[in-house]
Structures are given as C-alpha cells and as structure tokens.
C-alpha cells in the first residue's frame, strides 16, 4: 500500500532554517500536505502543495516537491521556541479521499 | 461549534471492556474520519463516512471496531472487548469535501483527540 516516511527528530538552534523532509511512494498523489501537532492538540494544516507545482511558498514557509523522486520539503525560515512541534507529511492519491500520513518528525528548536 | 469536538478528552478502561468515542464535526462538513495515533507512529486512518455514501472502513483493524455516523452529523467509534494494544489517541476530523462551492484541497480539520487507556 501507499507508504509516507519522515525522519524522526530535528533539532535546530533559534534563528536557523529547519528542513523537514519526507518520501512517499505513491505516484498518484495529487496533494501533499504538512500538519502541525503542538503538545496536546490536534494536528493543523499548515500548508499544501499540488502535484503539478514544484513550490510553494507562504511567509516564513517553503514547500518543495520533486514529483519525479518522490520527495517532498518543508523549510522553515528563522526558526522560532513556538515552532517546536511535531511536522507531519501526508498525501492523497487520486480517487483516494483518506490522506495518508508519516509518522511525524518532532522539531526541537533550541534557545 | 467552531471546531471539531471530540469526548471524552481521555479515557482509561479495563481490559475487555467496550468503549465509545464520539466526534461532532464542524457544522455543514460532510466528510468525516477517524485515525489513531499510537506512540511514536504516524496516523493511522480507521474509516471515512461521506454524506450518505457507504462508509469506508477499510481502514479497522478488526471486527471488535465500529463506528457509525448518525444523521450525517456526530459520530461514534466503539472498540468492544479493549486490548491493551488499542491504547492509542484517536482523532477525528472534518472536511467539506464534495462542496462545488470551495476548491477541493481535501484539508482535514481535526479535533484535539480521545486519548485511551486500557490497563
């Protein structure tokens, strides 16, 4: 079945980029997203990516896509404390409307 | 309400026990799903109810789970006869799939989450 992989943890220092990465394997995906989790509370989009777009960039946010080698990216710039959380990728093949989503990579942003 | 809402916000049962997780969902939406979140894993889709369509419950790890959605509103998952390895979160989310009137980017809205405990 379609699988989503993440790496683990990230530790980054206050005012750093952070770049979370992420592989799928499913080569129908027409969307590919990136969750935020804080400490205790339900995950949050924070933002999409379509499959023909390659970026996408929204404020301190960097969406990359290589659609040919199945990777995807999230670069944070200066990176904040209220950044720390878990950073989930998921993805939605065609005719699929559960998203599929990786285990999750927990920033840790140091002072 | 402004937000999904899920009860109870933690649950600790006894092995075997049934248990019932409910979700009301963002008025209007009418897609709505269930995943669980065990420690250290990623999230695991349970099953998917949209409008009146036949659920898909691909996703049920075993016939001890259920989960109905009544008058395409609230929704209730029950685990019958709870095993120590369905201790997880479970999270509900919404979504206004199937509206013409907003672009279908499939964003899911998620409720804080049912965390469970069966001893």
């Known amino acids: 079945g379609e699988d989503v992989e993440q790496s683990l943890f990230l530790s980054v220092r206050e005012g750093d980029s952070s770049v979370i990465n992420c592989t799928y394997t499913?080569?129908?995906?027409?969307?590919l997203y990136w969750y935020k989790q804080e400490p205790g509370a339900g995950l949050q989009l924070l933002t999409y990516i379509f499959s023909n777009m390659d970026m996408k960039q929204d404020q301190r946010l960097t969406v990359l896509l290589n659609k040919k080698d199945k990777h995807l990216s999230l670069r944070i710039a200066d990176t904040q404390t209220g950044d720390s959380a878990i950073y989930f990728c998921?993805?939605?093949?065609?005719?699929?409307?559960?998203?599929?989503f990786g285990s999750g990579t927990r920033l840790q942003v140091q002072p | 309400g402004a937000g999904v809402s899920q009860s109870p916000s933690n649950k600790v049962t006894e092995k075997g026990k049934d248990v019932e997780l409910r979700c009301d969902p963002i008025s209007g939406h009418t897609a709505l799903y269930w995943y669980r979140q065990s420690l250290g894993q990623g999230l695991e889709f349970l099953i998917y109810f949209q409008g009146n369509s036949a659920p898909d419950k691909s996703g049920l790890p075993s016939d001890r789970f259920s989960a109905e959605r009544t008058g395409g509103s609230v929704s209730t998952l029950t685990i019958q006869r709870t095993q120590q390895e369905d201790s997880a979160v479970y999270l509900c989310a919404s979504s206004l799939e199937g509206s013409s009137r907003l672009p279908n980017t499939g964003e899911l809205f998620f409720g804080e989450g049912s965390r469970l405990t069966v001893l």
């Open positions: 499913d080569s129908s995906s027409t969307y």
């Open positions: 998921a993805e939605r093949g065609k005719g699929r409307r559960a998203l599929t």
